[in-house]
Structures are given as C-alpha cells and as structure tokens.
C-alpha cells in the first residue's frame, strides 16, 4: 500500500532545564511533533539519544505526552 514508518527525530534539547525547558514546553513540542507526522507508523525518539543533562521528569513528560496525545488522535481518526 505505499506506507511506510517514520522514526521521529526528537531534538534532545528540549528536555534540558538548564535550556529554559519545562513540562508545558516538552508536552507543546511533543504534540506539535505528533500534529506534524500523525500518530500512527511514527516511532518517536530522540535524534542523538540521551546525553546525560536531560531531566529525568522531562523524559517521563515527553514519553507520556506521546503516549496520550497519539491515543487521543488515533480516537479521533477513527470517530
């Protein structure tokens, strides 16, 4: 059928305070990532990887922004 998977590129950056980064900015930056690619097919992880300075709750805000907002649009998708 033509479709394929996309591995995201997540920039690690956004998960570094020091960087001026809270939780509403990682969830902003995750849903805009899910708007751009879809919910679907898109495995979305960090473009370097994790380089130490990330925060710990950041990561877990990114992982559960990606896990409900995907949910939520896959719902809508099919409504």
């Given at each position: 059928d033509g479709r394929c998977g996309l591995q995201g590129?997540?920039?690690?950056?956004?998960?570094?305070?020091?960087?001026?980064?809270?939780a509403e900015t990682v969830k902003e930056s995750a849903k805009e990532l899910?708007?751009?690619?879809?919910?679907?097919?898109?495995?979305?992880?960090?473009g370097e990887g994790l380089g130490g300075k990330e925060s710990p709750e950041l990561v877990?805000?990114?992982?559960?922004?990606i896990h409900s907002y995907s949910e939520?649009?896959?719902?809508k998708a099919s409504a």
């Open positions: 590129n997540y920039d690690p950056r956004e998960l570094i305070e020091e960087n001026g980064k809270t899910l708007d751009a690619l879809g919910p679907q097919r898109l495995i979305a992880n960090l877990s805000v990114f992982i559960d922004t939520e649009l896959i719902k």
